[in-house]
């Protein structure tokens, strides 16, 4: 027995030790990617830790810690200056350590906690736009004249003016963190490297991370660079003396004047404790036994997209997910994973979904500056993500944790499709019309129909769809008859532009038109008689894809109706023109439904109108026989343009795609005294009224500096009837320069704020709530609150709704 249980043993060491070897030889390429870094000069040597369900499956030390003045060996206890991995191993994590403890809140503006910050126009900067880089400060601080000390450098922080308003673009800037390490220190009372020892590293057991790294480190600290006319003893710097190799000493200049300790660099550690950092973050994510300092919902908070809906680079809270500086994911590592690198050569990238991390540590800027390894950590992602078989995940993790299609972003440089759409009345008639034969099966062997439609509803060859009903589809399905017709608002014909559509006659089919825009609202709704003749009503109209699109509501109206008469509604679906990827604008306030705001969901909602009819019945509980005949070939990050389909005005004054893409911002001020161009041949492409300087709105949108779109002063008359008529106005024509990265509810706000403030007594603001619908929203208007700041408001009321339609999505995010 002991004979058979030794030789089990040595079989299983065996096995284990050829397992082993086998990981090794998978890892192989990670070698030659180093050392030909090595060889170029470009690195003196690093470290490499990758982790993989939860154990480290790859740790290595390349080459030289040190070239001079003296070579030395690397070893895998070497301790790094890890540079701009402080920002999120430590200062976010703080910061969100006191967001968790409720001392602060990542909306508020910074100066809430630091006054003396609101200098020079920082009011409004949230700590939000600086945890996600998108404050609008410049990079760095000034060290073109002498200064020196932790004070100095916060005086300069917070006097510092912004580039732009904040929210509108990406500029990553140690600045942003300087600050957070101010807020650290000024909310909990300690010194940030005292904080950071006592609430992030002692609680991780990291036995080699801190700043100012003792004397007795010195022998194990990678150096950095030459530093001319520099002396350093005990963590100061003094600019006397000889030239010396950075060693223990902080090589950011900034830091360094401010005493080796800032929110943005200053830390020192080594490649094992990065490891446990890494591996106890991915724990508390996975919903393990955990030491890392955040609850798991926090945590999952800071390392999801945080920066603003338009922004092109994904942000978490201190973590790089996409941008220009995360060449450290490579290609491999889904989109959604997160990581940092620092200036001196470090970096680390966490993926918790396929649950790895890699670690490159090296001194690149050893001994002369930096050299250029973006492509080096790239390599070494890409090699971790093969040997463990990750691969590129086609954007999915991006899809679940964005909700846009990952060819939205301009950061992803994906041109528009050129697809070929068909739409429901097309696959109705591919199909010989199974849907509508399979509801005649249902009503014994009949099927009496009506059809609410306008001119937008036509197939791939033009044909009415009024006219396939009529003809085609009863030839196809025994016992379907096409008995009524219903117009939306502007009429079967769409020539109408006012209340009050009379009933009327089809001239081709002579079937009855039941106008649903007569005078009262009563008029809008089909009645429950008419319903009642019926067993199915189809309907194929295009909508807008906005809230207060009146079609919307007509839907709406067809679905309670049909609840109780128990007539089929069938919704032959169409694109949003306006993409089904983006979800933007406030809320409406609930209780406030109308002819223009059927539902409470944001201005721009990011759903087909089959998807809006799904979502009407899911949360009215209607329980309406619904049937959507779904299109084929539509992806929902496909603008009306990459579709392949003709446009068709979906009414009167929506005449192309870039009308509807501006729609969701000067539709919101329509009903003010504010010309948007009805009456024009361009209406929805700009504003104006008789008193408006177009020259100084212009200006002053142009330097907010508003992400996709460009504002120029210009002056036009509207037709009567239309607001204005026959009146010159001056105003401002919006040009869209991007708009996957136009926010067109925020554009609306910002347009709004911007009449408020120089036309106080002339715009009347008030009357904008007929179609915003929120209350709030309004108020701030009002008040003056900075628009950034009023749209950061409703990032959490958008974020419910789009939970709850998923429910009711018929076509992927891919």
């Given at each position: 027995m002991r004979r058979n249980f030794s030789l089990g043993l040595f079989l299983l060491c065996v096995m284990s030790c050829a397992g082993a070897a086998r990981a090794q030889r998978?890892?192989?390429?990670?070698?030659?990617?180093?050392?030909?870094?090595?060889?170029?000069?470009?690195?003196?040597?690093?470290?490499?830790i990758v982790g993989h369900n939860g154990r480290v499956v790859y740790r290595r030390a390349f080459g030289m810690r040190s070239l001079v003045p003296t070579r030395e060996k690397m070893t895998l206890n070497t301790i790094f200056d890890m540079a701009s991995l402080t920002k999120p191993l430590m200062t976010a994590t703080a910061v969100m350590q006191l967001a968790q403890e409720g001392k602060i809140r990542v909306d508020d503006p910074v100066a809430k906690y630091i006054p003396e910050f609101a200098a020079n126009g920082k009011g409004h900067i949230t700590i939000r736009d600086l945890l996600?880089?998108?404050?609008?400060?410049?990079?760095?601080?000034?060290?073109a004249k002498p200064w020196a000390g932790k004070g100095d450098g916060y005086r300069l922080a917070f006097a510092i003016a912004p580039l732009r308003p904040p929210g509108v673009r990406f500029q990553y800037s140690d600045i942003n963190f300087i600050t957070l390490g101010a807020?650290?220190?000024?909310?909990?009372?300690?010194?940030?490297?005292?904080?950071?020892?006592?609430?992030?590293?002692?609680?991780?057991?990291?036995?080699?991370?801190?700043?100012?790294?003792?004397?007795?480190?010195?022998?194990?600290?990678?150096?950095?660079?030459?530093e001319h006319g520099l002396s350093a003893a005990g963590g100061v710097v003094h600019w006397t003396g000889p030239d010396v190799?950075?060693?223990?000493?902080?090589?950011?200049?900034?830091?360094?004047?401010?005493?080796?300790?800032a929110g943005h660099a200053g830390l020192f550690s080594c490649g094992d404790d990065v490891a446990v950092y890494a591996q106890n973050l991915l724990d508390r994510l996975a919903g393990r036994p955990s030491r890392f300092p955040l609850s798991r919902i926090q945590l999952q908070k800071m390392v999801a997209p945080e920066q603003p809906a338009t922004g092109t680079a994904l942000r978490a809270f201190g973590w790089d997910i996409e941008s220009p500086y995360s060449s450290n994911r490579g290609t491999l590592f889904p989109v959604g994973s997160f990581g940092h690198t620092g200036f001196t050569g470090t970096s680390l990238w966490i993926d918790p979904h396929d649950d790895t991390y890699v670690i490159v540590l090296t001194n690149a800027v050893h001994p002369n500056g930096p050299t250029g390894i973006g492509a080096m950590r790239a390599e070494i992602a890409n090699v971790s993500a093969v040997a463990l078989g990750i691969h590129n995940d086609g954007g999915s993790l991006a899809t679940s944790i964005t909700g846009y299609n990952e060819s939205l972003s301009g950061m992803r440089r994906w041109a528009a499709r050129n697809a070929e759409v068909q739409t429901g009345i097309d696959v109705l008639e591919n199909d010989h019309f199974a849907e509508l034969a399979s509801l005649a099966r249902r009503h014994g062997g009949h099927l009496r129909m009506g059809l609410l439609t306008n001119p937008t509803g036509v197939d791939a060859q033009g044909q009415r769809t009024i006219d396939v009903l009529f003809h085609d589809a009863p030839a196809a399905v025994h016992g379907l008859s096409l008995t009524t017709l219903f117009s939306p608002e502007h009429g079967?014909?769409?020539?109408?532009?006012?209340?009050?559509?009379?009933?009327?006659?089809?001239?081709?089919?002579?079937?009855?038109?039941?106008?649903?825009?007569?005078?009262?609202?009563?008029?809008?709704?089909?009645?429950?008689?008419?319903?009642?003749?019926?067993?199915?009503?189809?309907?194929?109209i295009q909508d807008?894809?906005?809230?207060?699109?009146?079609?919307?509501?007509?839907?709406?109206?067809?679905l309670e109706a049909a609840s109780k008469t128990g007539?089929?509604?069938?919704?032959?679906?169409?694109?949003?023109?306006?993409?089904?990827?983006?979800?933007?604008?406030?809320?409406?306030?609930?209780?406030?439904?109308?002819?223009?705001?059927?539902?409470?969901?944001?201005?721009?909602?990011?759903?087909?109108?089959?998807?809006l009819a799904r979502y009407d019945e899911q949360q009215l509980h209607l329980h309406a026989p619904l049937t959507v005949v779904a299109m084929k070939n539509w992806q929902r990050g496909?603008?009306?343009?990459?579709?392949?389909?003709?446009?068709?005005?979906?009414?009167?004054?929506?005449?192309?795609?870039?009308?509807?893409?501006?729609?969701?911002?000067?539709?919101?001020?329509?009903?003010?005294?504010?010309?948007v161009g009805r009456g024009t041949d361009t209406p929805f492409e700009w504003f104006g009224a008789p008193w408006i300087d177009g020259r100084k709105v212009a200006r002053y949108l142009n330097r907010r500096d508003l992400p996709g779109v460009r504002f120029y002063a210009a002056s036009f008359t509207p037709e009567k009837p239309y607001p204005y008529g026959g009146q010159r106005c001056g105003g401002v024509r919006i040009l869209v320069t991007d708009r996957n990265v136009l926010d067109g509810p925020e554009l609306g706000v910002e347009i709004a704020s911007a009449l408020h403030h120089f036309y106080h007594d002339q715009f009347n603001v008030q009357r904008m709530n007929h179609l915003l619908v929120n209350r709030a929203v309004l108020d701030a208007i009002a008040a003056g609150d900075d628009p950034e700041n009023i749209s950061e408001g409703w990032r959490d009321a958008v974020k419910a709704f789009e939970q709850k339609r998923r429910a009711a999505l018929i076509y992927p995010v891919r």
């Open positions: 998978r890892f192989a390429p990670i070698e030659k990617i180093v050392n030909r870094a090595i060889a170029e000069h470009k690195i003196p040597g690093a470290v490499v996600t880089h998108y404050s609008g400060l410049p990079p760095d601080l000034s060290l807020l650290v220190e000024r909310v909990s009372g300690e010194p940030l490297d005292v904080y950071d020892l006592h609430h992030i590293i002692r609680p991780l057991r990291l036995r080699h991370t801190r700043y100012l790294p003792p004397v007795s480190w010195k022998p194990l600290i990678a150096p950095t660079q030459w190799i950075l060693r223990g000493v902080v090589h950011d200049p900034t830091s360094r004047r401010m005493g080796g300790v079967i014909s769409e020539s109408y532009d006012k209340p009050g559509i009379p009933n009327s006659t089809d001239a081709a089919t002579g079937l009855p038109v039941i106008s649903l825009y007569g005078s009262n609202a009563a008029s809008r709704h089909p009645s429950l008689d008419t319903l009642g003749k019926l067993d199915a009503v189809v309907i194929d807008a894809g906005v809230r207060y699109y009146t079609y919307e509501s007509v839907v709406r109206y067809f007539t089929e509604i069938v919704v032959l679906d169409r694109p949003d023109p306006i993409n089904g990827a983006f979800v933007q604008g406030p809320v409406s306030d609930a209780g406030a439904e109308s002819y223009v705001n059927s539902m409470s969901i944001p201005v721009r909602h990011g759903m087909t109108l089959g998807e496909d603008w009306y343009d990459s579709t392949g389909l003709t446009w068709i005005d979906p009414s009167p004054n929506l005449r192309n795609v870039e009308e509807a893409t501006l729609y969701p911002a000067l539709g919101l001020i329509e009903t003010t005294n504010i010309s």
